[in-house]
């Protein structure tokens, strides 16, 4: 497998190679070659690497199986390794981590769990939505060592006839914080609408279907 060289990764499954990276029936989960690819350009053997809301575990799959070591954090324990905890505050001290990567929630529209502290049961249009996005930020400033890199999945949302652009609300949050690497583009291919009819309906009422998420790569400068 070669690294991406252009800001547009276009991977059409969720996973590579023969054994599994995370679960591809989770909600939302990662494709594993981004994880992969941020690996293979920010981290080397050895290095610690965190993800704090890591699901279906495809983070600490890929880490273990590229020798990083790895924390994977979520409220909604699915992996075997996974350890119950909230974004907003991180077990960890501060300047010791060397690479966090996350795939947020974008909005109210997936059920990951019951858990009422769940990011992901807040709307996009409402701005407690970006606070606690906002703390989450924080925390991962927090624990990262100056230089080091964050990987930060997230989509805008077109719901009921009203575009969010959260993608570009998110990034304004995340420049408070860190300075931008390079923001890539990554190809949706499992969405539930990605069906003939939603396809027809896309055109007929004159709206867009989603095709890509984001992928912010910034750096911590201090
Ligand atoms: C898009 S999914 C992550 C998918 C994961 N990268 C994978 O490959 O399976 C977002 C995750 O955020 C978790 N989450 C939402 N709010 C959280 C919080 N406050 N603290 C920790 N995890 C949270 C959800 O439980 C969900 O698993």
Redesign the pocket.
């Known amino acids: 497998m070669q690294i991406e060289s252009t800001t547009l990764w276009d991977f059409p499954r969720q996973n590579y190679g023969s054994r599994s990276h995370?679960?591809n029936k989770?909600?939302?989960?990662?494709p594993?070659q981004v994880i992969w690819n941020l690996f293979q350009r920010y981290t080397k053997v050895g290095d610690l690497v965190i993800?704090?809301?890591?699901?279906?575990?495809?983070?600490i799959d890929v880490a273990e199986e590229l020798n990083r070591r790895v924390i994977g954090?979520?409220?909604?324990l699915?992996h075997p390794k996974a350890i119950k905890?909230?974004?907003?505050q991180i077990p960890l001290q501060d300047s010791f981590v060397d690479f966090v990567?996350?795939?947020?929630?974008y909005s109210d529209n997936?059920k990951?769990?019951n858990?009422p502290?769940?990011?992901?049961k807040i709307s996009c249009e409402n701005k407690q939505f970006f606070e606690?996005l906002e703390k989450?930020a924080k925390e991962i400033h927090r624990i990262l060592k100056a230089g080091k890199i964050v990987g930060w999945?997230i989509a805008d949302q077109w719901v009921k006839r009203k575009f969010a652009p959260v993608g570009f609300l998110m990034y304004q949050i995340l420049e408070k914080y860190f300075e931008p690497v390079d923001i890539v583009c990554l190809t949706r291919h499992s969405q539930t609408s990605n069906t003939g009819i939603w396809h027809h309906r896309a055109r007929q009422y004159n709206f867009y279907l989603r095709g890509f998420k984001y992928l912010f790569i910034m750096r911590k400068i201090k």
């Open positions: 995370g679960n989770y909600h939302g989960v990662t594993a993800d704090p809301m890591c699901g279906s575990g495809t983070t954090y979520d409220l909604n699915v905890n909230d974004a907003r990567f996350i795939d947020s929630p997936i990951y769990s858990d502290k769940c990011i992901g606690e989450v999945v």
